[in-house]
């Protein structure tokens, strides 16, 4: 049997609206899906410094920061906290690509990240050291119907002895496309920006 949780949080089908819903739609949200789950809406919730936290319809919720989900609740498998994610150097990709400066952003980065189940005492940490690289660009759709021209940033990076590759997306000093690895469990998550926070255009 599914775990409620997992049924709450990713439903049983996927979810993709129309450019005509997107733009009706009355809150700012993203599309959250894994390898193993189909998509849905979550909304935006709140909103701190460069922490966007996202919730369901039930208790389930992701905080991203330029779209990399730090931590979760209610979601098993899913990241429970990112130690040294200030370090993180995505955001001083995302930003420079905005800012167009020339400055060095670090190319690596190493953090704790702990995963599992808070409530079935089924916690794991896992340390991950990944590598950053400035890619193409490419033509994105968002799903609000705009056309967007992004340059894609790559993560490569290994935990344990699981490797990985992420995708961002960065137009405009915002990520509009993330596809990360976050745990054995859950293995990748792509999360969407479906409907952009108003503070996010300024």
């Known amino acids: 049997m599914m775990d409620t949780a997992e049924t709450a949080f990713f439903g049983h089908k996927g979810v993709e609206l129309s450019v ?33 936290v996202y919730k369901t319809g039930g208790n389930e919720a992701i905080a991203t920061r330029f779209g990399r989900v730090l931590t979760s609740s209610g979601i098993p498998g ?13 955001n001083c990709h995302v930003q420079q690509l905005s800012r167009k400066t020339s400055d060095a952003c670090a190319t690596v980065w190493q953090r704790e990240v702990i995963t599992g189940n808070y409530g079935e005492n089924d916690i794991h940490l896992d340390t991950l ?28 990076g290994k935990a344990d002895e699981v490797e990985f ?4 997306y960065a137009v405009n000093g ?15 998550v792509t999360w969407r ?6 503070g996010d255009l300024k």
């Open 20 to 52: 005509e819903e997107v733009a009706d739609y009355p809150y700012a949200a993203a599309y959250v899906r894994t390898d193993n789950f189909p998509q849905v809406v979550a909304v935006l919730d709140r909103v701190s410094g460069e922490q966007r």
């Open 78 to 90: 899913m990241t429970l906290f990112t130690r040294n994610w200030q370090a993180d150097p995505l």
């Open 129 to 156: 050291n990944s590598s950053f690289s400035l890619g193409e660009k490419r033509d994105y759709t968002h799903p609000d119907g705009t056309e967007l021209e992004v340059t894609v940033i790559h993560e490569a």
């Open 165 to 168: 590759r992420n995708e961002f």
């Open 174 to 188: 915002r990520v509009v496309y993330a596809h990360q690895w976050v745990s054995p469990a859950i293995g990748y």
């Open 193 to 198: 920006e479906m409907k952009p926070f108003d």
